[in-house]
Structure formats: C-alpha cells, structure tokens
C-alpha cells in the first residue's frame, strides 16, 4: 500500500511562520511516532486562525463587531439598538398627551361608575363594587405587563423581524386571555367571599352572576386592549418614540372605561335573565373557562411566553386580591348615601396612579435590560440601599423621570376635577377644602408608588425575576388600595369637619 507523502509547508498567522503538514489524501493523516510533536504544535497554532476564520464568518452572517470569544462570534442573535437619548423635556412631552388621554379616559370611567352606581343590579348586587377595583386593576395586571414585555422586547431588537414579532404578539395575546380567565374566575370568588362574610348570607344566583360578569369582561377587555396594545408599540417604534413612555398611559386611557362599561353592561343583561333563564349564567361561565386550554396551547409555543406561563402567576393573583380589599373599601363607601360621590373620583385617582408608575416600571426595566445586565445580576449604579431621596432627587435618568412624572400629579388632576366639575358629575362639590384633600392623597399615593417602584425593580432583577412580568401589578394594585383608601378617608374626614355636599349631579 502506498503511502501518502507529507512535506512540510508554513503558514502565516498575525506575521509567524509555523511548519504544517500537508498531504496528497487530505488533512485526516495519522502521522508516525517521529511526527507527534509536530502535530501537537500545529493543532494549538491553527486555534487562532481557526477561531478567525469563525469570526470572519460570523462578521459576514451577522454584521457583528464581536471578536472576543467563540461564543459571540457565533451569536445570531441581533445587536440591540442602543438606548434613546432623553431629557427632562423630551420625557415630559412624549409622557404629556398620553397621560391627559389616560386621564380623559379614567374620567369618562368615573362618569359612568357615578351612572351605573344607581342601576339596579349595583344596588341588589352590591358585591359588583368589589370587582370594579380588580377588574379595571387588569389592566395593570395583564394589558400594562404586556405593553411593559412587548415595548422592552421591542427597545432591544427581539420585535425587528416579521417572525419575531408575529410570534411576540401571538403568545402574549394567547397569555392574557388565559390570565385574564382565571383572574376574573378568582376576583368573582374574592367579592362573594367579602360580601358573605360581613352580611352572613349567601345567594347561589347571585354568585354565578358575579362569575359570569366577570369573566365576560375580563376576558373581552383583555382582547380589545391587548389589540390596541400592540398597534400602539409597533407604531411608537415606527415614528420614533420610545414606547414605554406612550403605551401603558395609552392601556388605561381606554382600559377603565371598556372594562367598567362591559361590566355594567354585562352584568345588568345577565342579572335580567336571573328572572327568565337560569341557565344563561352559568353557560357564560363554561364557555369562557371551556376557551382556556386553546390559548394555553399557543401560548406554550412561544418561548418568551412559556416560562410567564407557568412562573407569572404570584404577581397576577395576589394583584388582584389586594384590588380586592380596595374594592371592599369602595363597596362599603359609596354604600353610605353620605359618601356617594366618591364613586367618580375613583377610577381618576386609581388610574393617574397606576398610569405614572406603570411608566416608571416600564422604563426602569428596559434600563436594567439595555445596559446588558443579566437577570440576577444587580446594576451597579445603583445603591445597594435606596431611599425616597435617591429616588427623586438622584442624578440618573430614572430619577428624572420620577420627577418628571410626579410634577405631572397636581396640573393633571386639576384639569380633571375641572372637567368633572364642567361636566357636573359626581355628588361633591368642588370646594378649596376637598381640592386640597384631594391633591394632598393623590401626590402622597404617587409618591410612595414611584418610590416603591425604583425600590422593587431593582429588587426584582437582583433576586432573578423579570420585572416586565411581576413589578407592574403589584404597583398598580398597591395604587388601587392606597388611592382607594386615601380617598375613602378625604370623605370622612370632610364629613366631619363639616363639609358635606351629596346632592350635586343628582
């Protein structure tokens, strides 16, 4: 058998010259006892053109700079488009007009809830108050969670492809309906659960009602705005605008009044048929809940939705059960014939609330995200200990815009009582005194709420939690229960300092 010559050649690698092996059948030659440290030498010489022929290649693929490893030379993914440049002026502007739209939008809702507080299943069904707070708290919980994942997916290049944006948009549409399923299935039990323990009584009908009801509406709301959500982001990116700044504001300027709506709606058409077909409620329940396992399926498929899937639930549901306990406080308020009119100012306060921080979160995450950190790892700029002065007065962006937004607290609401006023809703008249009660419990609820924000998502992403997917509907239902809360002690106090006005809007 003849064998294959082997003469030495040399090759140049950054300016060396190095003897290799050449032969006649190719490169897989088993060369002889004499030739083994020559081999041994060649193979550790040819690593770096090796890895610069791999580098050269991906350069080609991927129009990549990166050179330093194996790992990013064969990266395929896309290089994420480097942050926006924003000012205290260019975050106040884009902030602006979504902000006024959302408030237009919680006045609108605050104007219907003063309407339907006196329809007849309101008044023979009080425990529908408990939803309204956990109903119109999803879209803090599912529509502002999706624009906050869709609008930091889209900041760091993974919505850059038809594919990828395809696949974003069918997941987390899929997501939300299950989520907005069974959070509706759960705040129905919380409200008969609140209203049967202090009353001791319960109403079978009553309950599949409040099951019904909620359901319906959680899951048509969440579709309608998860579609506006989406149109939204992908257009914000078009013209330029960096979307965290426009889309969750733009959630809740419809969001209040499409869920408060379809849940007047829905539950008065249901609450008629108690009387004629008692087999109306009950078939709504089962098949919205009979849809759930088609939207799991699709949501399964996606990566990026899978993991929210199964770990995504904790935020969502304790969310809704502290909106509950806001939702108890309304309910047992505007009860009291006295305290009628804060039935209009509740959506205004909890939804300029949940608005601002909903902003904050957002933008702090896709922070946390385009400076390259990983999901555990805790930004270094950042103190170890924050406080409300780091928060409001620090040097970073994120401070900025926490002033920024809490400047927007005071004009806003003004505009917005003003417009109530001018629109003469609600029971309360508009006095100095209630105006100063009021902005005092609206900027000390955003204030704690912007703090809380800066404080949680820092913790959030040092303990390995996405916050795109757990710190907005704590916020936001944390919004519920404090404006809620501080609005519900404004009327008493009011009350017994002797500022009493219930006939207004009658």
């Known amino acids: 058998m003849k064998k294959d010559s082997v003469a030495p050649a040399y090759h140049h690698s950054n300016g060396s010259v190095h003897p290799v092996i ?98 007849q299943v309101f008044q023979e069904v009080t425990e529908v108050f408990i939803l309204v707070p956990a109903l119109l708290g999803l879209k803090g919980n ?102 965290d700044n426009v ?7 419809l969001g209040d009044l499409i869920t408060l709506a379809l849940l007047a709606g829905i539950s008065t058409g249901l609450y008629k048929e108690l009387g004629y077909n008692d087999y109306v409620n009950p078939l709504v329940c089962v098949f919205f809940v009979a849809l759930t396992p ?55 306060i909890n939804g300029v609330a949940g608005n601002l921080v909903a902003v904050q979160a957002s933008r702090i995450s896709t922070y946390l995200h385009m400076n390259g950190l990983a999901i555990g790892e805790p930004d270094p700029a950042s103190q170890k200990c924050i406080t409300p002065c780091s928060t409001f007065f ?35 008249t508009l006095t100095s005194i209630f105006i100063a009660f009021y902005l005092a419990a609206a900027l000390l609820q955003v204030m704690i709420l912007l703090y809380l924000a800066d404080w949680m998502v820092q913790w959030m992403w040092g303990r390995g939690m996405d916050p795109d997917n757990f710190s907005i509907p704590y916020l936001t239902a944390l919004g519920d229960l404090l404006g809620t809360g501080f609005l519900a002690l404004c009327f008493h106090i009011l009350w017994l300092i002797g500022d009493r006005d219930t006939d207004v809007g009658d």
């Open 394 to 428: 620090g040097s970073g962006v994120n401070s900025r815009s926490a002033r920024v937004l809490f400047l927007l607290v005071a004009p806003g609401h003004l505009v917005f009582l003003y417009t109530i006023n001018s629109m003469q809703g609600g029971h309360t």
């Open 22 to 119: 050449l032969s006649e059948s190719g490169p897989d030659v088993q060369p002889g006892a004499g030739e083994y440290e020559l081999k041994e030498m060649v193979v550790i010489d040819c690593r770096p053109n090796a890895k610069g022929q791999r580098e050269e290649d991906a350069l080609l693929e991927n129009a990549s700079q990166s050179n330093e490893s194996d790992d990013t030379s064969t990266d395929q993914s896309p290089v994420p488009p480097a942050p926006l440049k924003e000012t205290s002026f260019s975050i106040g502007l884009q902030v602006l007009f979504p902000f006024l739209l959302a408030g237009f939008g919680t006045v609108a809702a605050g104007m219907v809830l003063d309407m339907v507080q006196h329809w």
């Open 142 to 243: 599912l529509e502002m969670t999706l624009a906050s994942r869709l609008s930091t997916a889209a900041n760091i290049g993974h919505m850059d492809t038809a594919k990828e944006m395809w696949n974003m948009i069918m997941g987390n549409l899929a997501l939300i309906q299950v989520q907005a399923t069974v959070v509706g299935f759960l705040a129905s039990i919380a409200a008969v659960i609140f209203g049967w323990i202090p009353e001791g009584e319960f109403k079978l009908n009553h309950a599949v009602l409040l099951c019904a009801s909620s359901v319906a509406t959680a899951f048509i709301a969440s579709l309608l705005l998860g579609l506006i959500m989406i149109g939204v982001i992908i257009a914000s990116r078009k013209v330029g605008i960096n979307p």
């Open 294 to 348: 088609i939207w799991v399926l699709i949501a399964r498929k996606i990566p990026s939705t899978k993991e929210v899937l199964y770990s995504g639930w904790e935020p969502v549901i304790i969310a809704m059960a502290i909106s509950s306990v806001g939702g108890l406080i309304l309910d047992k308020t505007v009860s009291n014939p006295n305290f009628a009119g804060m039935a209009v100012f509740t959506p205004v």
């Open 247 to 253: 889309a969750t504001p733009i959630a809740a300027s």
